[in-house]
């Protein structure tokens, strides 16, 4: 609590919009990995056919993470902020209510491209409005609302109806987008003030460097953990309940990897931090090639999710040690590259997985340890 004490009306505010902006759009992500079998059922399709919604959020999101900053010196944070905020809402019932593929994926295009604006803009206005000497635990705090959203989306598809993962985003979505209306801000009412470039940042040799491994390994990631939901119900035969629960216990290993990840990054090197998560993630992912009692695929499932952050952890760290200027930019870039290259390494995926979930498994295992020997280029030392 001492630290918003310190913080004045406005800035309190502001800082609560964007956490509730971040709840909003976490709240259904993982979770609609897990009940994609339950939607396929209900919509009398195969289970490989409704995974498209997907890549049909994720690389939208990632192609709108591109927009929000230029579109921020137009306009001011709160009028963008309440425009895609709404949008997302509209675009969550439209989800919700929808019995027809073609315009569910529609309507996740829709949701892709206005939930992109929550978490650069967030991280704009912390790096812009707020103290550098409280920025880090501001920006912990954030993202921390991120997980337990995520958590709680994910319990609840295991005890309601899976339209659920949809009404309540869409509520949430139109209760911010009306607070950004009432509520007083005035750093709010602020353009962004820096420059915003993005071909002079891929200028720079090492920003390259890094970005396309960032590309490589989410894509590689995206394509084993957002085939969770599918693995569980066609290998393993459960129900929405039983997989929402490893779910929950997958991330509750992430929280564990991110907590362990920063320790390993300043403790040790950011290197480190990488070689552990990927050595984690690759061994962990080829695991899932056998099959074993239910327990140890939970295990393995958890040993997954830890080992991603983990190594998440060193790889963003490596991003905020670039200078000051080109932050903003970075950051947009990040969850752009991110988004875009884990959808489309999903869309290609399912082909192989459609195959055979163990040899798939076991060749992007393989292709995650290869990018061990990277490291040394890509990541400094120190």
């Not at 939607?39 to 919604?53: A, G, R």
């Not at 704009?124 to 997980?147: D, H």
């Not at 670039?322 to 752009?336: E, G, K, Q, Y």
């Amino acid at each position: 609590m001492r630290l918003f004490a310190n913080l004045d009306a406005e800035r309190k505010i502001a800082y609560i919009l964007i956490c509730l902006g971040c709840i909003t759009i976490s709240f259904n992500v993982a979770a609609i990995t897990a009940v994609i079998p339950v939607i396929s059922t209900e919509l009398m399709l195969p289970d490989f056919q409704v995974s498209k919604i997907i890549p049909y959020y994720m690389i939208p999101y990632g192609i709108g993470a591109l927009i929000y900053a230029p579109l921020t010196r137009r306009f001011s944070y709160r009028s963008v902020l309440l425009f895609t905020m709404g949008l997302y809402a509209i675009s969550s019932l439209m989800c919700g209510w929808i019995y027809f593929l073609e315009c569910f994926l529609i309507a996740r295009v829709g949701m892709g491209i206005a939930g992109a604006s929550a978490i650069p803009l967030g991280l704009m206005i912390i790096g812009e409005f707020f103290n550098k000497q409280i920025r880090g635990r501001l920006v912990g705090i954030f993202f921390g609302c991120s997980f337990v959203a995520s958590v709680v989306g994910i319990f609840v598809s295991g005890i309601l109806d899976w339209r659920w993962l949809f009404f309540i985003p869409a509520i949430l979505g139109a209760i911010t987008s009306l607070s950004f209306i009432i509520l007083p801000s005035s750093i709010l009412n602020k353009k962004h003030r820096a420059s915003v470039n993005y071909l002079k940042a891929f200028r720079n040799l090492r920003i390259r460097e890094v970005f396309l491994f960032i590309c490589v390994i989410s894509a590689l990631f995206h394509s084993v953990r957002n085939w969770f939901g599918v693995y569980l119900s066609r290998i393993y035969h459960l129900e929405k309940f039983a997989i929402s629960m490893i779910f929950i216990l997958a991330a509750l290993g992430g929280l564990v990897g991110q907590l362990i990840g920063g320790y390993l990054s300043d403790k040790k090197s950011r290197r480190f931090s990488c070689y552990v998560g990927i050595l984690g993630l690759s061994i962990s992912t080829m695991l899932l090639a056998g099959k074993y009692p239910i327990v140890i695929v939970a295990i393995i499932m958890t040993m997954v999710s830890m080992s991603w952050t983990i190594g998440h952890n060193g790889i963003s760290t490596v991003l905020t040690d670039f200078p000051d200027n080109d932050r903003p930019v970075i950051a947009s870039l990040n969850s752009s590259v991110r988004f875009v290259s884990g959808g489309i390494g999903f869309f290609i995926s399912s082909y192989f997985v459609e195959k055979s979930f163990s040899a798939s498994f076991l060749f992007m295992g393989i292709l995650l340890f290869l990018l061990v020997f990277a490291l040394k280029r890509v990541v400094p030392e120190r």
